[in-house]
């Protein structure tokens, strides 16, 4: 029931939320709107009862959250200045083809009728539980994968390091 | 697993999110906002590769670690976003100075 009642209000926020955060110029709403949207989705995976992603999505929100708040540098109110006005034909182009794709995605999915999961109530041994969990993440390929992944985010977060250390130097010479 | 709600309205809703995706794609011309429109998109993607999952497969677990590859591949785009972001900062930083009076061009 409180699914139910919560569901909708979580698809409309991510709906109004994910609109705004393409159209508004400033970068700082743009992030303060992604944010909104990943706690949207977190909402959304607690409704399937996957409490592992909906877990990991309120971490990167509230992440987030604490490098605007704690880094008021940031903020940056004005637009960029390569974000001029858009002619109107690029933004017909853009409005058709999301409308498009949108369109013939809602009726592929209205046409194939898939059947919800039916299975027996109160199962409480479900997939996106903490107990299966980590035997998943362990078995076959899906470990190596997700290190790669890790690996190469350390590898962006130590270029950055690198790149302001050097940028540093070169204002030092300079 | 909730049943009263079907699986097209998680799908519908990922839908209109990788179309807003899409329109930002097309539209924005600045990095950021570009990535913003990425992660649009995956965040699209994850929520369809964890409904499909929790709907037709229940009692497997391939979807959900799909997804949680995708929200790795998420928190990569974020770092991007974020060097974008400083690089933009230092460059606003250097035009303040230049503008300084007195200070030398070089």
């Given at each position: 029931?409180?699914?139910?009642?919560?569901?909708?209000?979580?698809?409309s926020v991510i709906i109004v939320v994910s609109v705004l955060a393409v159209t508004t110029r400033s970068v700082t709403m743009s992030a303060v709107y992604t944010s909104i949207l990943l706690a949207g989705t977190s909402g959304i995976f607690f409704s399937l009862r996957l409490f592992s992603l909906a877990a990991i999505n309120?971490?990167?929100?509230?992440g987030i959250v604490i490098l605007l708040v704690r880094k008021p540098e940031w903020r940056i109110?004005?637009?960029?200045?390569?974000?001029?006005?858009?002619?109107?034909?690029?933004?017909?182009?853009?409005i058709i083809a999301a409308a498009a794709f949108a369109a013939v995605t809602i009726i592929t999915i209205v046409r194939f009728r898939f059947a919800p999961y039916s299975g027996p109530a109160g199962d409480t041994n479900l997939p996106g539980g903490f107990d299966n969990f980590i035997p998943s993440l362990t078995n076959g390929w899906?470990?190596?994968?997700?290190?790669?992944?890790?690996?190469?985010?350390?590898a962006i977060i130590l270029i950055k390091a690198v790149s302001r250390d050097r940028e540093t130097l070169e204002k030092k010479k300079n | 697993m909730n049943t009263d709600i079907h699986l097209e309205y998680y799908l519908i809703t990922a839908v209109v999110m990788f179309s807003a995706g899409i329109y930002g794609?097309?539209?924005r011309k600045s990095r950021i906002s570009v990535t913003v429109s990425l992660a649009l998109m995956l965040n699209s993607v994850i929520i369809n590769f964890a409904a499909f999952n929790s709907y037709l497969f229940f009692h497997k677990t391939e979807g959900l670690m799909v997804a949680l590859m995708l929200i790795a591949v998420m928190i990569c785009e974020a770092a991007v976003a974020i060097v974008l972001f400083m690089k933009i900062r230092t460059k606003?930083?250097?035009a303040k100075e230049e503008k300084k009076p007195g200070t030398k061009k070089l």
């Open positions: 029931m409180t699914a139910q009642i919560l569901f909708p209000i979580f698809c309120l971490v990167l929100c509230a109110k004005t637009p960029l200045p390569e974000e001029k006005r858009q002619t109107w034909l690029r933004q017909a182009i853009a899906l470990l190596p994968l997700l290190m790669i992944s890790f690996i190469i985010m350390t | 794609l097309i539209i606003e930083e250097q």
